[in-house]
């Protein structure tokens, strides 16, 4: 086993870059785009701060319908529109794409939730006082939904990390792909379970992370 790991070093520690990268990017996309989409979302329904149904409504349509793709067929789908923005529709940098656009659906719909959890005693406390919607959101929603906003950020990178298994269909590389390659196909099914462990081990690692930094925020 050591020996085949040896042989494969610089393709196995270039397929993890590879995964860090189209993760990061997701991750980015997600907190930048996601967070904001998920907040409009739940300041735009009815009832809330700012109620706007043609607002909500066109955000919730997009939310959904991205959600509701396959994510294979989203990956197919898409490469008209990487090839546009990027040149190219393979490699890694093509990946991030995808991964960025269900990143920001899955997101912001986890953010929403998070956001309605909040009681309303809190909001209509912040209105007594005087406070504008911006100063309602950042000082008293965000920070009474942070916990949740933490585990919804995780369960979302967790679910990146299992979608980036799939972007070896345009090239992507990554951990996945690397274990198909050169584990399934080659039928070196031991090389293939030292990936599935590293794609484990990964994803313990940040469920943990996550779930204590939420621990920590949360002062209920």
């Not at 494969?8 to 904001?36: C, D, H, K, R």
């Not at 197919?76 to 656009?101: D, W």
């Not at 909001?123 to 504008?132: P, Q, W, Y």
């Amino acid at each position: 086993m050591l020996e085949v790991l040896a042989q494969y070093e610089t393709e196995i520690w270039q397929s993890i870059g590879e995964t860090f990268v189209m993760v990061g990017v997701s991750i980015l996309a997600a907190v930048l785009i996601g967070l904001p989409v998920g907040t409009f979302l739940f300041l735009c329904r009815k009832g809330q701060l700012i109620e706007n149904q043609l607002i909500f409504s066109i955000l919730n349509l997009m939310v959904n319908t991205i959600r509701s793709f396959p994510f294979l067929l989203l990956v197919v789908f898409l490469i008209p529109f990487t090839r546009f923005v990027l040149g190219t529709a393979i490699g890694t940098a093509a990946a991030t794409i995808p991964l960025s656009i269900i990143a920001i659906a899955h997101y912001s719909r986890l953010v929403e939730q998070s956001l309605l959890d909040v009681p309303k005693g809190v909001i209509e406390a912040a209105i007594s006082m005087g406070a504008s919607v911006r100063e309602i959101m950042f000082k008293f929603v965000y920070v009474e939904a942070r916990s949740g906003l933490i585990l919804g950020l995780t369960t979302s990178i967790i679910s990146f990390i299992s979608y980036s298994t799939i972007m070896g269909v345009v090239g992507g590389g990554g951990i996945g792909d690397f274990a198909i390659r050169y584990g399934y196909q080659q039928f070196k099914t031991d090389l293939m379970m030292y990936m599935i462990i590293i794609m484990i081990v990964l994803v313990q690692l940040v469920q943990f992370v996550g779930m204590t930094v939420a621990r920590v925020l949360d002062k209920r």
